[in-house]
């Protein structure tokens, strides 16, 4: 398929354009529709756009294309030459460069949407069936692999077809090659034959059989590779390979490396979350334009007023870089640098040096080897999931093929005569970034197993990387490092962290771990940049932490980003800073708006005039306060909150273009979703945070929602049941207000929804409340709690929230007796006369009062300590 016309905005393809012989009868003929559709579904592109001239159709690419659909399915419009100058107000107004840039498009796209799965979330549910019946066949097969063997086996398998099936679309490889081995039977034996010419061809790692002797040996069933390779191309395949992106590729792999291959007593392969993503929710996934600002205000920072000679050895690492989202955004900025950099600077002399060529179509693109050149110089990476390390591979790979052709590779083939990878094996490493070969220093590793040694991973960064090291270290650390609280860090670990890292403070966690590890990393004055959890700045056990950052080195941007990850409950902060003795003494805190669409915040980023209904800047005098503190408390505790509960924020009912069917401004402005009376059975009561007083919910059931998968960010519904603690986020008084309930209630994003883990029965969930709601608690949160960008009340932060120091107590603690004798109270004044209302509540600020005792001698408090948090906390309702 040729795409006449891109149009571009804020650095991303908006809408493709194919046009078509007059002869085609667009409004009726099917094949050029599906083909357009299927490529710009595949790109992840909103709109595409099919015409001859005669004749104009514009289609919602955001449907998956079908085999069995009909030429109007998805059309948004479609208008014939004679109504042009009827439509044109229309056209003008969505499709012309001013509009465009203006946001019109960006309105219309999301007014349009239908909410179907997109190709990113299509392909992950395809490459995980895949990874399913590959496991299952090859644990059947092949009994004496084990489970390593076999995670490495099925991944190597299906990174190979995805890079080949790629090829071929992308016309590198011939088409339907690998269509060829299931017309007969063998099929695994003729795909082991054409991965081990590919060897020969791309020098790659993903094909190394030298090292890897594993799988041409395996037994794989034709059946199974029948069913994933035969949905691999048209008609069956909804996938235009060419154009399905390494980002979007990326973000697909993210979340499949979220799971790992499990082997039953029997065998049999099962496949399972990983332990540290289930603690963490999920994976989270960095969104492109967050990357792209962190390379462009690192990297980019860096290379201005060079050329090439000078930036050849600039070293860019991510020490986490998962599936190597920063390290692709990196490279493809610096490919995009360099091509500039020689059309714009004597062309001719680097077309001589075959620096550069043109093609075919007289474009001036990067000659492989130059993209190979500038692969193995800049781009350096380390993660502890040795799968994590060969898709980085595998992603880098395919950045570095982009824009090639079966002729671009052959002709340079013969010019440099030499295969067109590299090998990353000296980039991109398998490591635990944080943990040297120290920590064995004081074991008997013979007394250690293999699964422990696997697990811990040390890695010597100066021995790894001599080389750099000897010129004084890397020249910037980009990435998003793990959030991995201390109670998913063994004792051992935890203790090796403690006695070689200044940021470990209290509870561990480990994105402070790497934020110090990056300034041993770099040289003097280079660049780190993350995006991590904002609540540091003011979290008084992150002292350690601010000083190195602003006192010890020198900050150079800080931007509150706020709701970047899907379903998260953490906000976050962009950090970049530089390694320099000297301090800066203004630093500037920017707060992106929160409720700032995609493509705005694409727009805000990029833009360098930064103005106040966009950002807010924080004066220096309110950094001072975020770093700084008066007379503070130490809370002794056996270990945080979220190491006995599980804590989420409530559903989000609406947000422009998400839900199912996707909502609209209007749908939004009429809340058409909410009621004031239950409907249908889809229907269910729905708590606010205005309706959570202090032991009590106040509902007069006159809320309702339709609660499903129309709703924006629905959440799972099994948090809306069963025992839980509901705590409102908005701190409207001096305490905070939450109760606890059995009863089925939807909650909304401002209530934090907190559920006993399956070691705490309802005694002990009931302490943890008392402790959650008590004087002492409310302290902690108003010292630790970070809102840079509330206007009204301020918001507790989840993040904080679970960080909440537990001390030791068990059931025969007094708040139990006191927490069921103030639900009673509550109860009681439900139905009681005005009279005995006022005596109820006496007893109620009593027992209050009991608890708050009962919380100071829990955590060992003395008089001083209290009477501090007595005066920090009083009521004044």
Same mark, same amino acid.
């Given at each position: 398929?040729?795409?006449?016309?891109?149009?571009?905005?804020?650095?991303?393809?908006?809408?493709?354009?194919?046009?078509?012989?007059?002869?085609?009868?667009?409004?009726?003929?099917?094949?050029?529709?599906?083909?357009?559709?299927?490529?710009?579904?595949?790109?992840?592109?909103?709109?595409?756009? %099919?015409?001859?001239?005669?004749?104009?159709?514009?289609?919602?690419?955001?449907?998956?294309?079908?085999?069995?659909?009909?030429?109007?399915?998805?059309?948004?419009?479609?208008?014939?030459?004679?109504?042009?100058?009827?439509?044109?107000?229309?056209?003008?107004?969505?499709?012309?460069?001013?509009?465009?840039?203006?946001?019109?498009?960006?309105?219309?796209?999301?007014?349009?949407?239908?909410?179907?799965?997109?190709?990113?979330?299509?392909?992950?549910?395809?490459?995980?069936?895949?990874?399913?019946?590959?496991?299952?066949?090859?644990?059947?097969?092949?009994?004496?692999?084990?489970?390593?063997?076999?995670?490495?086996?099925?991944?190597?398998?299906?990174?190979?077809?995805?890079?080949?099936?790629?090829?071929?679309?992308?016309?590198?490889?011939?088409?339907?090659?690998?269509?060829?081995?299931?017309?007969?039977?063998?099929?695994?034996?003729?795909?082991?034959?054409?991965?081990?010419?590919?060897?020969?061809?791309?020098?790659? @790692?993903?094909?190394?059989?030298?090292?890897?002797?594993?799988?041409?040996?395996?037994?794989?069933?034709?059946?199974?590779?029948?069913?994933?390779?035969?949905?691999?191309?048209?008609?069956?395949? #909804?996938?235009?390979?060419?154009?399905?992106?390494?980002?979007?590729?990326?973000?697909?792999?993210?979340?499949?490396? /979220?799971?790992?291959?499990?082997?039953?007593?029997?065998?049999?392969?099962?496949?399972?979350?990983? #332990?540290?993503?289930?603690?963490? /929710?999920?994976?989270?996934?960095?969104?492109?334009?967050?990357?792209?600002?962190?390379?462009?205000?690192?990297?980019?920072?860096?290379?201005?007023?060079?050329?090439?000679?000078?930036?050849?050895?600039?070293?860019?690492?991510?020490?986490?870089?998962? +599936?190597?989202?920063?390290?692709?955004?990196?490279?493809?900025?610096?490919?995009?640098?360099?091509?500039?950099?020689?059309?714009?600077?004597?062309?001719?002399?680097?077309?001589?040096?075959?620096?550069?060529? =043109?093609?075919?179509?007289?474009?001036?693109?990067?000659?492989?080897?130059?993209?190979?050149?500038?692969?193995?110089? @800049?781009?350096?990476?380390?993660?502890?999931?040795?799968?994590?390390?060969?898709?980085?591979?595998?992603?880098?790979?395919?950045?570095?093929?982009?824009?090639?052709?079966?002729?671009?590779?052959?002709?340079?083939?013969?010019?440099?005569?030499?295969?067109?990878?590299?090998?990353?094996?000296?980039?991109?490493?398998?490591?635990?970034?944080?943990?040297?070969?120290?920590?064995?220093?004081?074991?008997?590793?013979?007394?250690?197993?293999?699964?422990?040694?696997?697990?811990?991973?040390?890695?010597?960064?100066?021995?790894?990387?001599?080389?750099?090291?000897?010129?004084?270290?890397?020249?910037?650390?980009?990435?998003?490092? #793990?959030?991995?609280?201390?109670?998913?860090? +063994?004792?051992?670990?935890?203790?090796?962290?403690?006695?070689?890292?200044?940021?470990?403070?209290?509870? *561990?966690?480990?994105?402070?771990?790497?934020?110090?590890?990056?300034?041993?990393?770099? =040289?003097?004055?280079?660049?780190?940049?993350?995006?991590?959890?904002?609540?540091?700045?003011?979290?008084?056990?992150?002292?350690?932490?601010?000083?190195?950052?602003?006192?010890?080195?020198?900050?150079?941007?800080?931007? @509150?980003?706020?709701?970047?990850?899907?379903?998260?409950?953490?906000?976050? %902060?962009?950090?970049?800073?530089?390694?320099?003795?000297?301090?800066?003494?203004?630093?500037?805190?920017?707060?992106?708006?929160?409720?700032?669409?995609?493509?705005?915040?694409?727009?805000?980023?990029?833009?360098?005039?930064?103005?106040?209904?966009?950002?807010?800047?924080?004066?220096?005098?309110?950094?001072?306060?975020?770093?700084?503190?008066?007379?503070? *408390?130490?809370?002794?505790?056996?270990?945080?909150?979220?190491?006995?509960?599980?804590?989420?924020?409530?559903?989000?009912?609406?947000?422009?273009?998400?839900?199912? #069917?996707?909502?609209?401004?209007?749908?939004?402005?009429?809340?058409?979703?909410?009621?004031?009376?239950?409907?249908?059975?889809?229907?269910?009561?729905?708590?606010?945070?205005?309706?959570?007083?202090?032991?009590?919910?106040?509902?007069?059931?006159?809320?309702?929602?339709?609660?499903?998968?129309?709703?924006?960010?629905?959440?799972?519904?099994?948090?809306?049941?069963?025992?839980?603690?509901?705590?409102?986020?908005?701190?409207?008084?001096?305490?905070?207000?939450?109760?606890?309930?059995?009863?089925?209630?939807?909650?909304?994003?401002?209530?934090?929804?907190?559920?006993?883990?399956?070691?705490?029965?309802?005694?002990?969930?009931?302490?943890?409340?008392?402790?959650?709601?008590?004087?002492?608690?409310?302290?902690?949160? =108003?010292?630790?709690?970070? +809102?840079?960008?509330?206007?009204?009340?301020?918001?507790?932060?989840?993040?904080?929230?679970?960080?909440?120091?537990?001390?030791?107590?068990?059931?025969?603690?007094?708040?139990?007796?006191?927490?069921?004798?103030?639900?009673?109270?509550? @109860?009681?004044?439900?139905?009681?006369?005005?009279?005995?209302?006022?005596?109820?509540?006496?007893?109620?600020?009593?027992?209050?009062?009991?608890?708050?005792?009962?919380?100071?001698?829990?955590?060992?408090?003395?008089?001083?300590?209290?009477?501090?948090?007595?005066?920090?906390?009083?009521?004044?309702?």
């Amino acid at each position: 398929m040729r795409i006449e016309l891109r149009l571009r905005a804020s650095q991303r393809h908006q809408i493709i354009q194919e046009a078509k012989a007059a002869s085609i009868k667009i409004i009726s003929e099917f094949p050029p529709s599906f083909q357009l559709r299927r490529y710009a579904w595949s790109g992840k592109l909103p709109i595409s756009l %099919l015409t001859d001239f005669e004749e104009f159709s514009v289609y919602d690419s955001t449907v998956e294309p079908k085999q069995s659909d009909k030429v109007e399915t998805a059309r948004i419009k479609y208008i014939h030459y004679k109504d042009y100058l009827k439509e044109i107000d229309y056209l003008w107004d969505t499709f012309s460069k001013d509009a465009v840039w203006k946001g019109s498009f960006d309105k219309f796209a999301k007014s349009t949407k239908r909410g179907t799965e997109l190709v990113d979330k299509k392909f992950l549910n395809e490459i995980e069936t895949w990874r399913n019946l590959l496991a299952k066949d090859i644990a059947s097969n092949n009994e004496d692999v084990d489970i390593y063997q076999l995670n490495e086996a099925v991944q190597k398998i299906i990174d190979r077809i995805i890079f080949l099936r790629i090829a071929e679309d992308r016309g590198i490889e011939f088409y339907e090659t690998l269509k060829k081995t299931i017309e007969s039977k063998d099929t695994y034996s003729k795909l082991v034959q054409i991965f081990k010419r590919a060897q020969e061809k791309y020098n790659s @790692n993903l094909f190394d059989f030298e090292e890897d002797k594993l799988t041409p040996r395996l037994k794989i069933s034709d059946k199974v590779l029948d069913r994933i390779i035969g949905t691999l191309y048209y008609p069956k395949s #909804p996938y235009e390979f060419s154009v399905i992106g390494v980002e979007i590729l990326g973000s697909v792999y993210e979340q499949f490396l /979220g799971k790992v291959i499990r082997l039953t007593k029997q065998h049999n392969a099962i496949i399972e979350e990983k #332990p540290e993503v289930k603690k963490a /929710g999920g994976v989270y996934y960095t969104p492109q334009y967050i990357v792209d600002y962190i390379v462009r205000n690192t990297v980019g920072e860096l290379v201005k007023g060079k050329t090439p000679k000078k930036i050849n050895k600039l070293r860019i690492v991510d020490p986490a870089c998962g +599936s190597g989202s920063f390290l692709i955004g990196a490279y493809n900025f610096l490919l995009d640098w360099h091509l500039k950099y020689y059309i714009e600077n004597d062309t001719e002399k680097h077309l001589k040096s075959k620096a550069l060529f =043109k093609d075919s179509e007289g474009n001036y693109l990067l000659s492989t080897a130059e993209k190979k050149r500038i692969l193995l110089n @800049n781009i350096f990476g380390v993660d502890i999931d040795a799968q994590a390390v060969e898709v980085t591979k595998l992603s880098l790979a395919l950045k570095m093929l982009e824009n090639e052709s079966s002729e671009t590779i052959n002709t340079q083939m013969k010019l440099f005569a030499e295969r067109i990878l590299p090998d990353l094996g000296s980039n991109i490493k398998c490591g635990n970034s944080l943990i040297g070969s120290d920590y064995y220093n004081d074991k008997n590793l013979s007394l250690l197993d293999d699964e422990e040694i696997r697990k811990v991973n040390v890695f010597d960064w100066e021995k790894e990387f001599s080389e750099i090291f000897k010129q004084g270290g890397f020249d910037v650390v980009i990435g998003n490092p #793990p959030y991995i609280p201390s109670y998913s860090i +063994s004792e051992d670990l935890k203790s090796y962290i403690y006695n070689n890292y200044q940021t470990a403070e209290y509870q *561990i966690n480990t994105y402070p771990l790497f934020v110090e590890k990056s300034l041993r990393l770099i =040289k003097k004055n280079a660049y780190y940049s993350y995006i991590v959890p904002n609540y540091w700045l003011s979290n008084k056990h992150d002292k350690q932490l601010r000083r190195i950052v602003f006192l010890e080195n020198k900050v150079l941007s800080i931007l @509150n980003t706020f709701e970047v990850f899907e379903n998260a409950t953490v906000d976050t %902060l962009i950090l970049i800073g530089c390694k320099s003795t000297t301090a800066n003494p203004k630093v500037h805190f920017i707060t992106l708006d929160p409720d700032l669409d995609i493509n705005s915040r694409l727009k805000t980023l990029n833009s360098k005039n930064w103005h106040n209904s966009i950002f807010q800047l924080i004066t220096p005098e309110v950094v001072t306060k975020g770093i700084s503190f008066s007379k503070s *408390i130490e809370l002794k505790g056996e270990d945080s909150l979220s190491n006995f509960v599980e804590l989420k924020k409530g559903m989000q009912p609406y947000e422009l273009g998400k839900g199912n #069917p996707s909502q609209t401004k209007q749908m939004i402005r009429d809340k058409i979703y909410n009621s004031d009376n239950k409907i249908d059975d889809t229907y269910l009561p729905l708590i606010k945070a205005g309706n959570i007083k202090r032991y009590e919910i106040v509902y007069n059931s006159d809320q309702w929602i339709k609660y499903g998968q129309n709703l924006a960010a629905p959440r799972n519904p099994r948090i809306f049941s069963g025992l839980r603690l509901l705590v409102s986020r908005i701190i409207s008084k001096e305490k905070l207000l939450g109760t606890i309930t059995k009863e089925d209630f939807i909650s909304n994003t401002d209530v934090i929804v907190i559920r006993p883990k399956e070691n705490i029965n309802e005694d002990l969930f009931k302490i943890l409340s008392a402790i959650i709601l008590s004087r002492t608690a409310t302290y902690y949160l =108003k010292a630790n709690n970070i +809102s840079l960008n509330r206007k009204a009340f301020p918001k507790i932060n989840v993040g904080s929230l679970s960080e909440l120091p537990i001390p030791t107590f068990n059931s025969k603690s007094s708040c139990l007796l006191l927490v069921d004798k103030i639900l009673s109270l509550k @109860n009681n004044l439900k139905s009681t006369t005005r009279l005995s209302a006022d005596l109820i509540n006496d007893q109620i600020n009593k027992v209050e009062s009991e608890i708050d005792q009962e919380v100071y001698k829990l955590y060992g408090l003395n008089k001083e300590e209290i009477q501090i948090i007595e005066n920090k906390t009083t009521d004044n309702v």
